[in-house]
């Protein structure tokens, strides 16, 4: 069974550049995954960050973006700020009505 | 503004069953495929079923296969998971979450609160 893989752990000066990655344990990421992005923080409902790759939802900042980087999935925050401290998920369709979740990065603005 | 409202969480001994409801408001309740999707205490997240806006389709998770129901009442608005012989490893917080309505977009759109479920004797 491919298992989808994260850092579980990330940090990140304030003003900083990150990209946070989402894999495969079998394979390479592709759009045809239509990898998505996720923020929560503790006791909160995720937030949709980026869908299909690289399509920002409504209302995110453009500091946030995605991409295919190599056989990953990445997502980049450029300019870190103090409220990016939060786990960051990704999700993959795998297809046949099949929907798979990373196991978070928790990303730490220090 | 689009809400998700879970609801229906609680303490349940293994084995027993329950039923959440989620319920919606903002938007148009039956142009959108609903999921549920879980959180145990302290772990990541677990997509668990999905339903299509008219109800006619519905994929679960292989965890909660024949145990598990996604279901919908369009004209109330609402969203519902019943759940079976319910195992330990089934407590999480489940949210309800929308999908997205762009044709060919796999994702989901905009969460409500999670309700918490807790399977234990």
């Not at chain 1, 045809?32 to 299909?52: D, E, V």
């Not at chain 2, 938007?27 to 079923?49: C, D, I, S």
């Not at chain 2, 598990?68 to 609402?78: E, L, M, P, V, Y």
């Not at chain 2, 999908?99 to 977009?105: C, E, F, Q």
Request: hydrophobic share 35%.
């Amino acid at each position: 069974q491919t298992v989808v893989t994260q850092e579980p752990s990330f940090s990140v000066s304030p003003g900083g550049t990150v990209t946070l990655t989402c894999g495969l344990t079998s394979g390479s990421v592709s759009t045809n995954y239509y990898p998505s992005w996720y923020q929560q923080t503790p006791g909160q409902a995720p937030r949709t960050l980026i869908y299909s790759t690289n399509t920002r939802s409504s209302g995110v900042p453009d500091r946030f973006s995605g991409s295919i980087l190599g056989n990953k999935a990445a997502l980049t925050i450029t300019g870190a700020q103090a409220d990016d401290e939060s786990d960051y998920y990704c999700a993959m369709y795998m297809g046949s009505g099949v929907w798979v979740f990373g196991g978070g990065t928790k990303l730490t603005v220090l | 503004q689009v809400q998700l409202v879970a609801s229906g969480g609680g303490v349940v001994q293994p084995g027993g069953s329950l039923r959440l409801s989620c319920a919606a408001s903002g938007f148009t309740f039956n142009n959108y495929g609903l999921h549920w999707v879980r959180q145990a205490p302290g772990k990541g997240l677990e997509w668990v079923a999905f339903i299509r806006f008219d109800g006619t389709l519905t994929y679960y998770a292989d965890s909660v296969k024949g145990r598990f129901t996604i279901s919908r009442d369009n004209s109330k608005n609402s969203l519902y998971l019943q759940m079976s012989s319910l195992r330990p490893e089934d407590t999480a917080v489940y949210f309800c979450a929308r999908h997205g309505v762009a044709a060919a977009t796999y994702y989901f759109d905009f969460w409500g609160q999670g309700t918490l479920v807790t399977v234990s004797s």
